[in-house]
Nanobody, 118 residues
Framework: QVQLVESGGGSVQPGGSLRLSCSASESIFNLAAMGWYRQPPGKDRDLVAVIVGGQLKYADSVKGRFAISRDNAANTIYLQMNDLKPEDTAVYYC?????????????WGQGTQVTVSP
């Protein structure tokens, strides 16, 4: 099981920026995928951005505003969020997927709240 700890959430005005961090308990170099999901109040949890197979993938709603990156040496991924909008308000979760044999295991962080309001 990969332990994930998120940080960097908070409250910001529209147009502002935040940077989320997710630190893993083990090397992220060989993980199948690692990324960010979010869950707005009363809604489902959806993909925001993910690093999979060396590629970066984004939800359409955040393209051009958010950027996911990784630091293998620090076992950490980041989500730089710019030009934040009220609809970005959600709990943001870090996700890691790792193969153990042929089984793809999935782990989640505890979540960090992001609130965008005037």
């Amino acid at each position: 099981q990969v332990q994930l700890v998120e940080s960097g959430g908070g409250s910001v005005q529209p147009g502002g920026s935040l940077r989320l961090s997710c630190s893993a308990s083990e090397s992220i170099f060989n993980l199948a995928a690692m990324g960010w999901y979010r869950q707005p109040p009363g809604k489902d949890r959806d993909l925001v951005a993910v690093i999979v197979g060396g590629q970066l993938k984004y939800a359409d709603s955040v393209k051009g505003r958010f950027a996911i990156s990784r630091d293998n040496a620090a076992n950490t991924i980041y989500l730089q969020m710019n030009d934040l909008k009220p609809e970005d308000t959600a709990v943001y979760y870090c996700n890691a997927r790792k193969y153990i044999g042929r089984t793809l295991n999935e782990d989640w962080g505890q979540g960090t709240q992001v609130t965008v309001s005037p």
